[in-house]
């Protein structure tokens, strides 16, 4: 096992970092530390996931070459976001602890410029910045980068994911020519070759083995639900790990705000972490999600990038990522520093391929979990209740004064009563809440999914149904799953009683539960397909030999099946 030291750290870093717990070094330290301390390669283009020690990477050896009696601008590291700028600058600060003279800017958009200004004159020898607010420096001629000696790139495939590829090259141009480049991404898409390509002079390329350090002690589990029952699932979620701490991913800033609002009125420590937070709040957000003051983050994908938390227990996905890629970041975020962690999919149906997708990229399985029923959840709150209970550490002196009272009033109960009168106090929120919910999994296989709901359906009487008429039949390749979809869907009503469905050549009919009606004729209202106005009508009721003749219909039907409204029937024949 080479050490640090062989790597050619010299002794006061190897102070610094034997603080930080660092024993031996990680992969990519291996590989890129030797190179930029000993300066044998010119550019560097690394591969590698989050989690992975990037920051030492660099971080060691240019502090090691930071050439103190100078107050020039010797290393340059741009990074996608505030979060990631502020922790490089930090992580640096900490490696330069016994090393004296090294000054670190940190140069990010959302704070005081004139602050930052100040840092530079003062002398930074190190920059660590956001390229946006970098080059807005370099335009007012605040920072001079002519006599740069290394620039890195950190995350260079979120910083073009961002948009930040012009001022990327603004900022690369302001450079001089004969400085070092070191790119590191975790993904290479063609916009990050081609920066590698105009940019960088023949590169060396590294890539540090496919997965995160922590990706070994990741699980991959993913549950089925309809998509509109996403938050209840959540819920469910959450509630069955009584100590999870986890991020919640969500795509789009509005979607985390609405999860973290709607999380905190139902009670949980969450919060949300998005971009159109100030600089205080995400702070602020971020500072008591650390000290676990909040147990479910919701974030943005870009806001959560810097958060350097190591001891997560989930990661959920609210939704999948448009990008599969990004799923490998936000999984890396768990099972980190030698910890197991769980990285959950919270999909609906049409998300299968997807997952499918995923397990060939990460070369991994997904399980499928069920959500777990409101019994099984209260069952495992009450257990943790109990442990709690059991574990708590009594403060008799504190406490003592007020007992004597305390059992004088107790005096009438007796020991179970007791017991159950403080289990309640704290458990009935989660009785009542799970008392009458329904199942929430969705069947992964649509056939079954039919099935399994109209079997579950008690039938009800005929006079309890309403039929309706609907322009498609056999000839639009309709079958009665697909009726039974359209209900479903366009009603949103998934536990919506279905009757009898007969599917005829031009046309078919269908019943549902009549208390149901307004909604389905008004759900199916300027609906398509296939391109097709799709028009339903209630009908009137079919005669059945099977079932009991519905006294009060005294009208006469003809054939099997009420008849068509006309003017449907000119339409379609168009
Ligand atoms: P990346 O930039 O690749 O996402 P970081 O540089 O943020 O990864 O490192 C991830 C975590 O691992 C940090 O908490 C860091 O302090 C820790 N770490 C880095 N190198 C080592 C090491 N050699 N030994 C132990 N922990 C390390
Ligand atoms: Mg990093």
């Given at each position: 096992m080479i050490s640090f030291a062989e790597l050619g750290v010299e002794k006061n870093i190897l102070d610094a970092i034997e603080e930080l717990g660092f024993v031996k070094p990680m992969p990519v330290q291996e590989e890129v530390i030797p190179q930029l301390i000993?300066?044998?390669?010119g550019d560097i283009v690394a591969l590698a996931q989050t989690g992975t020690g990037k920051t030492a990477a660099f971080g060691l050896p240019i502090i090691q070459n930071t050439q103190t009696n100078k107050n020039h601008v010797q290393y340059l590291i741009l990074s996608p976001t505030r979060e990631l700028c502020v922790q490089i600058a930090d992580d640096l600060i900490s490696f330069s602890k016994?090393?004296?003279?090294v000054k670190v800017a940190a140069v990010f958009g959302g704070s005081s410029m004139e602050r930052q200004i100040k840092m530079i004159k003062q002398?930074?020898?190190?920059i660590s910045a956001t390229p946006g607010r970098l080059l807005d420096l370099i335009k007012r001629k605040a920072v001079k980068l002519s006599k740069i000696d290394t620039v890195i790139l950190d995350e260079a495939d979120e910083m073009l994911n961002m948009g930040f590829r012009d001022e990327l090259e603004a900022i690369l141009q302001n450079t001089p020519e004969h400085k070092n480049t070191l790119l590191f991404s975790a993904t290479m898409p063609k916009e990050v070759l081609a920066i590698s390509k105009n940019y960088m002079h023949d590169p060396i390329e590294i890539t540090i083995g496919k997965k995160n350090v922590g990706a070994e002690n990741v699980k991959h589990e993913y549950y089925m639900v309809h998509a509109k029952d996403r938050y209840l699932a959540l819920k469910r979620i959450a509630d069955y790990y009584p100590e999870i701490y986890g991020i919640i991913f969500c795509r789009t800033r509005k979607e985390t705000q609405e999860v973290a609002d709607m999380l905190i009125k139902d009670g949980y420590n969450a919060d949300s972490l998005h971009g159109d937070l100030s600089q205080a709040q995400r702070d602020n957000v971020m500072n008591k999600f650390r000290i676990k003051h909040l147990r479910l983050l919701v974030a943005t994908d870009v806001a959560a990038r810097g958060l350097d938390v190591d001891n997560l227990s989930h990661i959920i996905n609210y939704n999948l990522p448009d990008e599969l890629e990004i799923y490998t970041h936000r999984s890396g975020r768990t099972g980190r520093a030698g910890r197991t962690g769980t990285s959950i999919v919270i999909a609906n149906m049409r998300e299968k391929k997807k997952i499918k997708d995923i397990e060939r990229l990460l070369n991994k399985n997904f399980e499928l979990k069920e959500i777990p029923s409101g019994r099984a959840i209260c069952e495992k709150q009450l257990y943790h209740l109990i442990d709690r209970m059991e574990k708590v550490v009594v403060d008799y002196s504190e406490i003592e004064s007020f007992l004597p009272n305390i059992f004088k009033k107790l005096e009438w109960l007796d020991r179970e009563e007791l017991i159950k009168k403080f289990v309640s106090l704290e458990f009935n929120r989660f009785l009542a809440y799970y008392k009458n919910t329904k199942e929430l999994?969705?069947?992964?296989?649509k056939q079954s999914r039919d099935r399994q709901s109209r079997e579950k359906q008690p039938r009800l009487d005929s006079s309890e149904y309403s039929r309706f008429f609907i322009n498609l039949g056999k000839r639009d390749n309709i079958k009665p799953v697909n009726i039974i979809g359209m209900v479903n869907d366009f009603t949103g009503i998934r536990d919506i009683n279905i009757g009898e469905i007969e599917i005829l050549n031009n046309f078919s009919f269908f019943e549902t539960d009549r208390k149901y009606e307004d909604d389905v004729l008004k759900s199916f209202r300027n609906k398509e397909r296939n391109g097709r106005e799709i028009n339903v009508e209630v009908s009137e009721k079919k005669k059945s030999s099977k079932r009991k003749k519905d006294k009060s219909k005294k009208k006469k039907q003809t054939g099997t099946n009420a008849a068509p409204p006309k003017k449907l029937l000119r339409k379609r024949r168009r």
């Amino acid at each position: 096992m080479i050490s640090f030291a062989e790597l050619g750290v010299e002794k006061n870093i190897l102070d610094a970092i034997e603080e930080l717990g660092f024993v031996k070094p990680m992969p990519v330290q291996e590989e890129v530390i030797p190179q930029l301390i000993q300066k044998v390669s010119g550019d560097i283009v690394a591969l590698a996931q989050t989690g992975t020690g990037k920051t030492a990477a660099f971080g060691l050896p240019i502090i090691q070459n930071t050439q103190t009696n100078k107050n020039h601008v010797q290393y340059l590291i741009l990074s996608p976001t505030r979060e990631l700028c502020v922790q490089i600058a930090d992580d640096l600060i900490s490696f330069s602890k016994y090393k004296k003279g090294v000054k670190v800017a940190a140069v990010f958009g959302g704070s005081s410029m004139e602050r930052q200004i100040k840092m530079i004159k003062q002398g930074a020898q190190i920059i660590s910045a956001t390229p946006g607010r970098l080059l807005d420096l370099i335009k007012r001629k605040a920072v001079k980068l002519s006599k740069i000696d290394t620039v890195i790139l950190d995350e260079a495939d979120e910083m073009l994911n961002m948009g930040f590829r012009d001022e990327l090259e603004a900022i690369l141009q302001n450079t001089p020519e004969h400085k070092n480049t070191l790119l590191f991404s975790a993904t290479m898409p063609k916009e990050v070759l081609a920066i590698s390509k105009n940019y960088m002079h023949d590169p060396i390329e590294i890539t540090i083995g496919k997965k995160n350090v922590g990706a070994e002690n990741v699980k991959h589990e993913y549950y089925m639900v309809h998509a509109k029952d996403r938050y209840l699932a959540l819920k469910r979620i959450a509630d069955y790990y009584p100590e999870i701490y986890g991020i919640i991913f969500c795509r789009t800033r509005k979607e985390t705000q609405e999860v973290a609002d709607m999380l905190i009125k139902d009670g949980y420590n969450a919060d949300s972490l998005h971009g159109d937070l100030s600089q205080a709040q995400r702070d602020n957000v971020m500072n008591k999600f650390r000290i676990k003051h909040l147990r479910l983050l919701v974030a943005t994908d870009v806001a959560a990038r810097g958060l350097d938390v190591d001891n997560l227990s989930h990661i959920i996905n609210y939704n999948l990522p448009d990008e599969l890629e990004i799923y490998t970041h936000r999984s890396g975020r768990t099972g980190r520093a030698g910890r197991t962690g769980t990285s959950i999919v919270i999909a609906n149906m049409r998300e299968k391929k997807k997952i499918k997708d995923i397990e060939r990229l990460l070369n991994k399985n997904f399980e499928l979990k069920e959500i777990p029923s409101g019994r099984a959840i209260c069952e495992k709150q009450l257990y943790h209740l109990i442990d709690r209970m059991e574990k708590v550490v009594v403060d008799y002196s504190e406490i003592e004064s007020f007992l004597p009272n305390i059992f004088k009033k107790l005096e009438w109960l007796d020991r179970e009563e007791l017991i159950k009168k403080f289990v309640s106090l704290e458990f009935n929120r989660f009785l009542a809440y799970y008392k009458n919910t329904k199942e929430l999994n969705a069947p992964s296989d649509k056939q079954s999914r039919d099935r399994q709901s109209r079997e579950k359906q008690p039938r009800l009487d005929s006079s309890e149904y309403s039929r309706f008429f609907i322009n498609l039949g056999k000839r639009d390749n309709i079958k009665p799953v697909n009726i039974i979809g359209m209900v479903n869907d366009f009603t949103g009503i998934r536990d919506i009683n279905i009757g009898e469905i007969e599917i005829l050549n031009n046309f078919s009919f269908f019943e549902t539960d009549r208390k149901y009606e307004d909604d389905v004729l008004k759900s199916f209202r300027n609906k398509e397909r296939n391109g097709r106005e799709i028009n339903v009508e209630v009908s009137e009721k079919k005669k059945s030999s099977k079932r009991k003749k519905d006294k009060s219909k005294k009208k006469k039907q003809t054939g099997t099946n009420a008849a068509p409204p006309k003017k449907l029937l000119r339409k379609r024949r168009r």
